[in-house]
């Protein structure tokens, strides 16, 4: 009995699917002339739209946790906990995509230089946005249609405290930040910390050019954040080390001064004076050499603080456009198209006769 029904099953699947191939074959020329509308229409848009290349660069940050946690990093990873990231740094590594889409940093991109010789320029990256950046016709056409609108006052951005210090940002820079976080992109692995930014730009050179900058800036910006302390620490030992230079000279000075003038004297007092003197030199030399080492070793902690990457794969100049995907958007309007065209010719030959004999 079971087989039976399996088998009666089967037939009417064969039947139905019959009925659907005969369907299609009867209407074969409605879904001829909706297919080549859509591929037409796909290639149309597939070719309006200018080619976008991509550029990564990918970095393996120097662990900051040492002795014993990163000795347990490795164990840790398998079980799914990261600890690359376990210190008190205020930026860890999960924070790096904000600190590139930040506006602080967006803003200072805007100064690149770059250069290309397929256009054959050598100017900023936001003048590069702002007059070699093409757009699909569509794109024209509203920015040419939004060029009647009459505008009003050009607002601006403002962000500050209760004190009254505000920073200000133009509709132009607000924009212009807008293009470049859409072009740039930083991704960070979760389990092994390492850190991936990728750009897109309509130039390869370009492409590759603002990768490396962008690497160089974020190395840059958190460079100067880790190490901000120990400079601070070095700044200000090596202005006391100066000062204490200063008196170990001046007491030297007084010393020499003494001795000089009373090279014939003997007395008591001169003797007493001459050993209080030494003692003075004896003390300012001893603070002088303490600060001098306590510099050396600020310095050593500015060069410890100093955070290192390894960059595990080089920008590239792209050979191959990523997008637009031709083939892929072709095989989607295809698909679309005969979706479009059974519908209608659903609602046509059953909807729409039910509808008549309801009349």
């Avoid at 970095?59 to 164990?75: K, T």
């Avoid at 990873?77 to 008190?88: K, V």
């Avoid at 024209?140 to 939004?146: C, D, E, K, V």
Wanted: charged residues 20%; aromatic residues 10%; neutral net charge.
């Amino acid at each position: 009995m079971v087989n039976n029904s399996r088998i009666e099953e089967l037939v009417d699947d064969a039947k139905a699917l019959g009925r659907c191939l005969r369907f299609v074959w009867k209407n074969k020329l409605t879904y001829i002339i909706y297919v080549v509308v859509g591929a037409v229409l796909s290639l149309i848009i597939s070719f309006s739209i200018p080619k976008t290349y991509s550029a990564s660069v990918v970095l393996a940050p120097e662990p900051q946790s040492g002795g014993l946690a990163s000795g347990f990093s490795g164990l840790a990873s398998l079980a799914g906990i990261n600890m690359t990231d376990m210190n008190n740094d205020a930026y860890t590594i999960d924070l790096y995509p904000s600190i590139v889409s930040s506006t602080d940093f967006v803003l200072s991109l805007s100064d690149i230089r770059i250069k290309s010789s397929n256009l054959g320029i050598d100017t900023t990256y936001a003048y590069y946005l702002k007059k070699y950046v093409k757009k699909p016709w569509w794109g024209q056409a509203m920015s040419w249609m939004m060029s009647f609108i009459p505008k009003g006052s050009k607002g601006v951005i403002s962000s500050g405290s209760q004190d009254g210090n505000v920073r200000l940002i133009t509709e132009e820079q607000y924009n212009l930040n807008g293009r470049i976080m859409d072009n740039v992109r930083c991704s960070v692995e979760s389990l092994t910390g390492v850190i991936s930014i990728t750009v897109f730009d309509q130039d390869p050179e370009i492409c590759a050019l603002v990768a490396d900058s962008v690497v160089s800036r974020l190395s840059s910006f958190i460079h100067r954040y880790r190490t901000a302390k120990a400079r601070k620490e070095y700044e200000y030992l090596s202005a006391l080390c100066d000062s204490t230079r200063s008196t170990y000279l001046l007491a030297q000075e007084k010393y020499v001064d003494f001795t000089r003038s009373h090279i014939n004297i003997s007395s008591p007092s001169h003797k007493a004076e001459e050993e209080f003197l030494q003692n003075e030199v004896n003390l300012a030399y001893t603070a002088y050499s303490n600060m001098v080492a306590q510099v050396q070793m600020a310095g050593a902690k500015i060069m410890e603080t100093t955070p290192l990457y390894t960059t595990i794969d080089s920008a590239y100049v792209p050979l191959k456009a990523d997008s637009p995907k031709k083939l892929i958007m072709l095989v989607v309007f295809v698909f679309m198209a005969c979706i479009i065209a059974t519908a209608k010719l659903v609602y046509v030959q059953f909807l729409g006769k039910r509808n008549d004999n309801h009349e």
